[in-house]
């Protein structure tokens, strides 16, 4: 496969392969609201609830992650579709080929699609496990903290935060809807991960907010409030403003696929870096 240098145009490599910026971040929104809208004409076709395959497209999301993950470490030659922005892609479009099949056969055979596109996943997914370093105790010890860690901000989150927001019905609405609960736990499993890796292991982040609040306040653990914030404003204006259940329930599917991908790639990414 090329390499991301070998032919893109100079204009290209600098504004999408060097790391994130305000530019190419704006772009990539862009490119996901057009995504996003073409998903919806699929889910509206079908008539299906997009809410229905967040457990399925999980493998999809884990696969993505370790694919990253591994080009990182030189497991992986760094191709145009093996890094970001094309590995999202490459997914996407696994995942949408994946789930309309998975409608076929339900359609043909009625065989659940829910199980047949997780099956899908999880056949992708086994063999890139292969590829893994076999770990020692140094990752363990690593996967355990942070499960840990991670634990430990979800009990303050949902736990504590609805003792002390008790008074804040539209809050507390919002964490006590199961489907919104997941998503936010996707999300603070992005910020553990980031956070443990740029404070213990000299990781550094690339994302354009998440450093413009590190600048300013001089710390990451800003990625919590920030994360906190940003995801329950998205749920609240979903769940107030979209009375269509199909755009509603798959936007909140993009912002858990959003939140679980990155949390993902870091975590993967750390993990195989200390075998």
Same mark, same amino acid.
């Given at each position: 496969?090329?390499?991301?240098?070998?032919f893109?145009p100079?204009?290209?490599?600098? @504004?999408?392969?060097?790391? *994130? %910026?305000? +530019?190419?971040?704006?772009?990539?929104?862009? !490119?996901l609201v057009? $995504?996003v809208?073409?998903?919806i004409r699929?889910f509206k076709?079908?008539?299906?609830?997009?809410l229905?395959?967040?457990?399925?497209?999980?493998?999809?999301i884990?696969?993505?992650?370790?694919?990253r993950a591994?080009v990182?470490h030189?497991?992986?030659?760094?191709?145009?579709?093996?890094?970001?922005p094309?590995?999202?892609?490459?997914?996407?479009?696994?995942?949408i080929?994946?789930?309309?099949?998975?409608?076929?056969l339900f359609?043909?055979k @009625?065989?659940?699609?829910? *199980? %047949?596109? +997780?099956i899908?996943?999880?056949?992708?997914l !086994?063999?890139?496990? $292969?590829?893994i370093p076999?770990?020692?105790?140094?990752?363990?010890n690593?996967?355990?903290s942070?499960?840990?860690?991670?634990?430990l901000?979800?009990?303050?989150?949902?736990?504590?935060?609805?003792?002390l927001?008790?008074?804040?019905?539209?809050?507390?609405?919002?964490?006590s809807?199961?489907?919104?609960?997941i998503?936010?736990?996707a999300?603070l499993?992005?910020?553990?991960?980031?956070?443990?890796?740029?404070?213990?292991?000299n990781?550094?982040?690339q994302?354009?907010l998440?450093?413009?609040m590190?600048?300013?306040?001089?710390?990451?653990?800003?990625?919590?409030?920030?994360?906190?914030?940003?995801?329950?404003?998205?749920?609240?204006?979903?769940?107030?403003?979209?009375?269509?259940l199909?755009?509603?329930n798959?936007?909140?599917?993009?912002?858990?696929?959003?939140?679980?991908?990155?949390?993902m790639?870091?975590?993967?990414?750390l993990a195989?870096?200390?075998?």
């Amino acid at each position: 496969m090329p390499t991301v240098d070998s032919f893109l145009p100079e204009f290209i490599q600098a @504004n999408f392969f060097s790391g *994130y %910026t305000v +530019f190419n971040t704006v772009v990539y929104t862009l !490119i996901l609201v057009v $995504f996003v809208l073409a998903i919806i004409r699929i889910f509206k076709k079908i008539k299906i609830d997009p809410l229905s395959i967040i457990c399925s497209i999980i493998p999809f999301i884990i696969l993505g992650g370790l694919i990253r993950a591994l080009v990182d470490h030189g497991v992986f030659p760094k191709t145009v579709f093996l890094i970001t922005p094309g590995i999202y892609i490459l997914i996407g479009f696994l995942t949408i080929l994946s789930f309309l099949l998975s409608i076929e056969l339900f359609n043909r055979k @009625n065989i659940d699609y829910r *199980y %047949t596109l +997780f099956i899908i996943g999880m056949v992708l997914l !086994i063999p890139t496990l $292969f590829f893994i370093p076999c770990l020692s105790i140094k990752p363990m010890n690593y996967i355990l903290s942070t499960l840990v860690f991670v634990s430990l901000i979800v009990f303050l989150i949902f736990y504590i935060g609805e003792k002390l927001l008790k008074n804040y019905s539209p809050i507390v609405k919002l964490l006590s809807d199961k489907i919104n609960r997941i998503i936010i736990l996707a999300h603070l499993f992005d910020a553990s991960t980031t956070f443990i890796a740029v404070e213990c292991f000299n990781y550094y982040e690339q994302h354009v907010l998440p450093n413009a609040m590190n600048q300013l306040f001089g710390t990451y653990t800003t990625l919590f409030p920030m994360k906190v914030i940003v995801v329950l404003s998205a749920l609240y204006i979903i769940d107030q403003y979209f009375d269509d259940l199909t755009i509603k329930n798959l936007l909140k599917l993009t912002v858990f696929v959003l939140g679980l991908a990155p949390g993902m790639r870091n975590f993967l990414t750390l993990a195989i870096g200390m075998i």
